[in-house]
DNA sequence: GTCTAGGTGTGTATCGATACACAAGGACAC
DNA sequence: GTGTCCTTGTGTATCGATACACACCTAGAC
């Protein structure tokens, strides 16, 4: 920069102007200076200097907790994603993924994230990031928890919503499966009996477990009867493999309440592959109102993960503005479900 | 920083020296150093100031053209994204999405981004962000073309693969029609004549748009025969919709050919829909052999976005690979298509 | 003729770190 | 006793811009 103000003859700070505050400078000087620099094939102000000295970089962080790749695999965070995208957009801000690897790194990456805020996409509560988040003293919200050092929370109330939703899967049901999320971190695939489930480190699988569960119980019917079959992804082809092995094995479930709709359309091929009827054999819920669950006829949790998206981008941003609510859902009991009595 | 080194009574290299290189620096020292740092609250290195000094982000920007939100939203988009995601996250880089609007600001958007390189999703001939991109002076590869200013570009021979592909799709047609994506920058929604099609801005739509005629015309047919229909969104609804227009207007196509399998999958429904054989009545075909191409029986020309992706990752890295060629991709015809005599 | 206002250009300090070269001191060999 | 090496800490220059206050000059008002 000092040497394209040396050759246009004028000083930096003129050259700064130019690019900064166009109207500030003379336009004869403007064009000296524009014509230095093309000649000098000066590219025009460093980004990264210009963030420094401005304390601001125009971009908003997002970290997922998982490979990025995921961001455009899990159809959840892609909406949930495509959020976050239309406020920055509307801001004229950049979107910059963070990358985690799931090593101890992974904090590192964090500090080093050159951002003005922070989203974090729901993590496990032991997540080491979450600390790198809060110590960056960056705005910075979580979405649907864990809440950690008093960062700000978006999302709805899991458990009720679950327990909702639990209540119409379970209806008239003697043998039913919960198809969810992993537990931890180590995603393992398994199923287990309701009074076996151990710790569950992810809050929205803990708390849509349990509300799942409650709504079993609070019909009087013993936990340990309500099984948990764990999917590591959340992709149909996952949701369907397990609901097959499920259909094949005992206790063939008659109703299946998964944790998303993805998981619930595999269920749903899965049982029609089967030969069974939906809803008099298996019933079957979701959890989303996906594009898809609607031609389905899924019965499902409608919340918007684009609304939950831009408002956790706001927040980051510095501007909340009005956020969803706890209470942002609500049960669209279609066909794949029974009707009480 | 330098309140920390005071505090710690060391001076600011050796505070750098702690967060930078650990082991440079005594076990005693550096405890001090993590003790002024906590009691001060001093978070650590500033991110802007590092890149600055060091020269490197260490993130990788995307430029789309469009509005952000269509990363998540339009499919093929996401399979190449997820493609540079995986390399980003294997180099421990982050994404960004540099924002764009359409609005002139976007080449002062791509100035300021924050990133160490950039990766074009291809565009329009005549946008003005590949312009700003190669000012910038850091490295950078275009998606699928235009060519500009000597910016490599990644990706396939789309004119020689939709002629290919429409060679199949044409076989025994009659009244053939092209299920495009937009022409220019415009995105309007048209039905055109092919001999009626002005010029076509986005070469993707070009390219596969001039194979599929000449796929038509080799066939020793008029070129007017040949209808485009133009989807200003790729999605199945899109491809749903136009189709249903065209099977209840006059000359109803015989075959369809779309530029991408969202469309074709769309195609496919209003042709049930309008309770017609395919490929009897119709045949249709369509472009990347998604997940969702097999299992609808779906003939397409198979590319790897993702694979391209990813490859276009690691040009703007400064590290190219393997570059898939020009020649990287093939005709899969499956049960949508006629076979021939 | 003087005073005020507004448009332009400049200088200095600063944003917050790191590269690099160098210095001090101890360990060790011979 | 001294030469070498290694570990650890320090100083200075620099990365590339912008905020801010100030100086200058020309008009126009009265």
């Known amino acids: 920069m000092r040497d394209v103000a040396r050759t246009a003859g004028v000083s930096a700070m003129t050259v700064s102007y130019v690019y900064s505050q166009p109207g500030r400078v003379s336009d004869e000087a403007a064009a000296r200076v524009r014509a230095a620099a093309h000649e000098l094939g000066y590219p025009g102000p460093h980004p990264a200097a210009r963030s420094l000295r401005q304390g601001r970089v125009g971009t908003l962080g997002v970290v997922l907790g998982e490979r990025l790749g995921y961001a455009f695999d899990d159809p959840q965070a892609a909406r949930f994603l495509a959020g976050v995208a239309d406020v920055c957009a ?16 992974d904090v590192e ?21 979450l600390d790198a988040v809060a110590d960056t003293g960056l705005p910075a919200v979580v979405h649907a928890g864990p809440h950690h050092r008093g960062l700000p929370v978006v999302g709805i109330d899991d458990r009720a919503a679950a327990e909702a939703v639990g209540r119409v899967a379970f209806t008239g049901a003697r043998r039913p499966v919960v198809l969810g999320f992993p537990l931890d971190r180590a995603r393992d695939r398994q199923l287990l009996d309701g009074d076996a489930v151990g710790p569950v480190r992810f809050p929205v699988t803990r708390h849509r477990w349990e509300g799942l569960r409650d709504a079993w119980t609070g019909a009087g019917r013993p936990a340990a009867e309500l099984r948990l079959a764990v999917c590591p992804v959340n992709d149909a082809d996952q949701g369907e493999a397990l609901t097959a092995e499920l259909l094949a094995g005992a206790d063939r479930p008659d109703a299946i309440a998964a944790m998303s709709d993805e998981l619930a359309l ?19 819920t979701g959890w989303d109102d996906s594009d898809a669950a609607e031609p389905a006829g899924l019965t499902t949790v409608a919340q918007s ?28 009991e279609r066909t794949t479900t029974r009707r009480p009595g």
């Not at 509307?90 to 790194?105: F, K, M, N, R």
């Not at 049982?271 to 939906?278: E, P, Q, R, T």
């Open 90 to 105: 509307a801001e004229g801000v950049g979107l910059t993924l963070v990358p985690i690897t799931g090593a101890p790194s």
């Open 266 to 284: 595999g269920a749903l091929r899965a049982v029609a592959d089967a030969g069974l009827a939906v809803p008099g054999a298996v019933a079957v």
């Open 109 to 129: 990456r964090v500090a080093r994230a050159v951002v003005d805020g922070l989203v974090v996409w729901t993590t496990s509560d032991d997540d080491p990031v």
């Open 305 to 332: 993960l684009r609304a939950q998206g831009a408002a956790c981008a706001l927040v980051a941003l510095g501007r909340p503005g009005d956020v969803p609510g706890r209470d942002a859902w609500r049960v669209v």
